[in-house]
């Protein structure tokens, strides 16, 4: 079954290089986590996650540097799986038509009260459903 994922256009700064004039690669992280938010938290549909979620796990593949351009760098968003109160979510980024890195992040719903795990609602299920793109990567 393939749908559809999300493509974001991320913009990386002077202040993310490092010594050797590529993005750091924990600024690399941190832009996956605003991928990771253009997904969860999209502008056009309200109450999806409103209690919050948290990360339980990054994986992330680097297959060559990132450098800094003038021009915002193409990262694809998908959901690979659904789970009762958690879903996985992947990214990969290519510049110049090279491959950049490759993510893979374990997303948790959040119970505010409780500071725990929630199940995830129907209408999030069915939203993150509509996100998975098993094909891609």
């Keep these: ?6 493509l974001c256009r991320l913009t990386p700064r002077y202040s993310d ?3 050797f004039g590529h993005v750091n690669n924990i600024r690399l992280l941190e832009l996956v986590q605003d991928a990771l938010f253009s997904l969860a938290w ?12 948290f990360i339980a796990r990054h994986e992330i593949d680097y297959h060559a540097r990132m450098k800094r351009g ?3 760098v193409p990262v694809e968003v998908w959901v690979e799986a659904v789970g009762n ?5 992947r990214c990969a ?4 038509g090279q491959r950049v890195f490759t993510t893979r992040s374990v997303v948790v719903a959040r119970a505010r009260r409780e500071e725990r795990a929630r199940p995830l609602t129907p209408r999030e299920r069915a939203y993150l ?9």
């Design 85 to 89: 109160s958690s879903f996985t979510v």
């Design 17 to 19: 290089l490092d010594l």
């Design 70 to 72: 003038f021009q915002p």
């Design 42 to 53: 999209p502008d056009e549909v309200d109450g999806l996650f409103s209690d919050g979620f």
């Design 129 to 137: 459903t509509n996100h998975m793109c098993p094909s891609l990567g």
């Design 93 to 96: 980024c290519r510049q110049e």
């Design 1 to 6: 079954m393939r749908l559809h994922g999300l």
